[in-house]
């Protein structure tokens, strides 16, 4: 080799080492910054796991899924299409307000809507991206022309329901927060795990899945310090706009004699 090929050489090992260490410090950020979760633990295995398979089509369970689609679509009522319209478009904010007021806004509470911003981020990263992923159901109306969906046709799998795990993750969550009210947060994820029925977007067994799934990742992020500092910051910051617990004053004693 010349010396004028070895200086070229030796020149494009520089500028190739040069780039090999660009790529890998671009990939040890991102990846550090996807390994290291706010609220969820680093290893989020169990999580992605949890779940058991989706009926096999053709299966009794399947068949019995798809039916329960059709005869729920069948004897929809306006105020329940209401309903399932209204659990199409939920938030954190107004899945609370049913239990907690009107008040329980972002506007209200801007502290309390960015730190549910990143929990919602962080179980997308389990429950969109890994687990619908590999199942990939059909959509109830994408396996039977039958289905007259009233909440849009979703472009993405169907289970688990995410809008199940999303309503199973915030009631947990503001359960822990105000556990006062955990009956009631009990019964609005019931509320969005059969509106997404009465939708005609998913199966029974996506939104029992999408439930399960959604509570196990909440009582996980739970045992953390950042979650426990971040439902402080929530109840202080709705602190103002809750209503004081009423005591009952006794009455005072009789003086007659």
Request: glycine content about 4%; overall charge positive; aromatic content about 8%.
């Amino acid at each position: 080799m010349t010396r004028a090929k070895i200086g070229s050489y030796h020149t494009e090992m520089n500028r190739n080492s040069w780039l090999s260490l660009v790529v890998l410090f671009v990939v040890t950020a991102t990846s550090g910054a996807l390994a290291a979760p706010k609220y969820l633990p680093m290893d989020c295995t169990a999580l992605v796991d949890l779940l058991p398979p989706p009926p096999t089509n053709g299966s009794p369970a399947a068949l019995a899924d798809l039916e329960t689609v059709l005869q729920v679509q069948a004897d929809r009522t306006p105020d329940q299409i209401k309903r399932a319209k209204r659990v199409a478009s939920q938030s954190v904010m107004s899945f609370g307000q049913p239990v907690l007021g009107e008040w329980f806004t972002a506007k209200n509470l801007p502290r309390t809507q960015a730190l549910f911003a990143e929990i919602d981020k962080e179980s997308q990263s389990i429950v969109d991206a890994q687990v619908k992923k590999r199942y990939l159901r059909a959509r109830p109306y994408i396996f039977s022309p039958e289905v007259k969906p009233i909440v849009g046709r979703p472009d993405n799998t169907s289970y688990p329901s995410g809008h199940s795990a999303a309503a199973a993750l915030w009631g947990t969550l503001l359960s822990a927060a105000f556990p006062e009210h955990a009956a009631e947060f009990k019964t609005e994820i019931r509320e969005a795990m059969w509106c997404r029925v009465l939708g005609g977007a998913h199966y029974p067994s996506d939104t029992v899945a999408g439930q399960m799934l959604g509570k196990a990742i909440a009582q996980a992020m739970l045992k953390s310090s950042a979650m426990q500092e971040a439902l402080e910051i929530i109840r202080a910051e709705t602190a103002p706009f809750r209503q004081p617990v009423e005591r009952e004053i006794p009455a005072p004693a009789s003086t007659a004699k």
